[in-house]
């Protein structure tokens, strides 16, 4: 789904942020997915992801506290860690349907599909 280009794009979006901020959701899936590659390009992702996660905020909120509500059930866990995010940070997602939840109640979201489109431009 990700390309080199996307990486490049989305390091030149978050230059404009002067902080990051994640989930413990978010990092447990990225570090999953980073497994599935071998040899030198996952070590080079594993020691990026090492620097991007000392580099960022975390944004925790018990999984007792997300799956109280009916939209648990509809974005899970780590989408709604992000939902939940959003009062205080702005979001970014290839997630469709969670870009257009969180337009949808006001809250900041950049959909990276839609900065891929304007690359394209």
Not at 15 to 29: C, N, S, W
Not at 35 to 64: C, I, V, W
Not at 72 to 79: A, S
Request: aromatic residues 10%; glycine residues 4%.
């Amino acid at each position: 789904m990700f390309q080199i280009d996307d990486y490049e794009l989305l390091d030149r979006f978050l230059r404009d942020f002067h902080a990051i901020a994640m989930t413990p959701h978010v990092l447990t899936e990225v570090s999953n997915h980073a497994q599935h590659l071998k040899g030198s390009l996952g070590e080079a992702l594993f020691e990026s992801f090492a620097r991007f996660s000392a580099d960022s905020t975390e944004r925790f909120t018990p999984a007792s506290v997300l799956s109280r509500g009916d939209e648990f059930k509809h974005f899970g866990m780590t989408d709604w860690a992000l939902a939940e995010a959003a009062d205080e940070v702005t979001i970014i997602t290839t997630d469709f349907r969670l870009a257009g939840y969180l337009q949808t109640e006001g809250k900041e979201v950049v959909n990276l599909n839609h900065l891929r489109q304007l690359r394209l431009l």
